[in-house]
């Protein structure tokens, strides 16, 4: 069976990619900048799933470590599904570039340096499947939250480019568009119920879309319809819109 790699994987939803993936039979490689903490996880996966399952140091803003982190791996997987992320307030990040860098880096540039190294090794195998978790948040600017949607922006620009490059390598890239997620990250946000998935649907579209080589799949249908409303809503109109 092939093996996944999860960077990120203290996240909830890559604890539940984790558990659902190791429910298909997938070995699994758990990364994380803390790997003390994905012992109980990874226990827990070894005995309930009869799978194998490591855990791996990584920090997705160290970058000049990724490469060496990458070629450690024994064996290489066949798919990496990136999870890592970080959002906090907007006005804070305005204000204060060390929380701002923080999000860019967490969001878009540390994915891009591993996401290279990964490609790289993945066309060379002319296999692999690619899948990197981003957000609605980067289909249009919003004054709520638009440093976090910009970097969303261009990890979702950096998929879209990425997945014309390497399937003409046999390798396939998914991005996923999550709308709200009730997650660590999201808690005390007041999300509405309807609008909100949970982190096992998060972790069954990403599976579906795995196994049936989507290419842009959204966490619940309609966000991808909310979006487009959002998106064609004229600039001059938008602009004086509080979102």
């Known amino acids: 069976m092939a093996t996944v790699l999860l960077l990120g994987a203290t996240s909830d939803m890559a604890v539940a990619m984790a558990r659902t993936m190791a429910a298909k039979g997938y070995d699994i490689q758990l990364a994380a900048r803390n790997s003390d903490r994905l012992k109980p996880l990874q226990g827990d996966i070894t005995v309930r799933y ?3 399952c490591t855990a791996h ?12 982190f990458y070629y450690s791996l024994t ?10 992320g970080y959002m906090s307030d907007n006005d804070a990040a ?8 923080k999000m ?13 190294i990964v490609g790289e090794d993945f066309a060379e195998r002319k296999s692999g499947t690619i899948v990197g978790i981003s957000s609605v948040a980067g289909v249009r600017g919003r004054q709520s939250n638009y440093i976090y949607g910009s970097a969303k922006a261009g990890f979702t ?3 879209s480019g990425l997945r014309n490059k390497m399937y003409h390598c046999g390798v396939h890239v998914v991005s996923v ?3 709200f997620v009730d997650t660590k990250m999201t808690a005390g946000l007041n999300l509405p119920p309807l609008l909100t998935a949970n982190t096992q649907q998060v972790a ?10 989507q290419n842009i799949v959204y966490v619940k249908w309609f966000w991808k319809w909310i979006m487009t409303i959002i998106k064609n809503i004229p600039e001059n109109v938008f602009k004086k819109k509080k979102l």
């Open 75 to 84: 064996p290489k997987p066949d798919i990496v599904i990136c999870v890592f």
């Open 204 to 213: 069954d579209t990403v599976e579906k879309a795995i196994r049936k080589k």
């Open 104 to 116: 860019i880096n967490s969001n878009y540039t540390g994915a891009v340096s591993i996401l290279n």
């Open 57 to 68: 140091e990584f920090d997705a803003t160290a970058f000049a470590t990724h490469h060496d």
């Open 157 to 159: 620009a950096y998929l």
């Open 177 to 179: 568009l999550p709308g």
């Open 50 to 52: 009869g799978v194998n």
């Open 94 to 101: 305005c204000k204060n570039w060390d929380e701002a860098s």
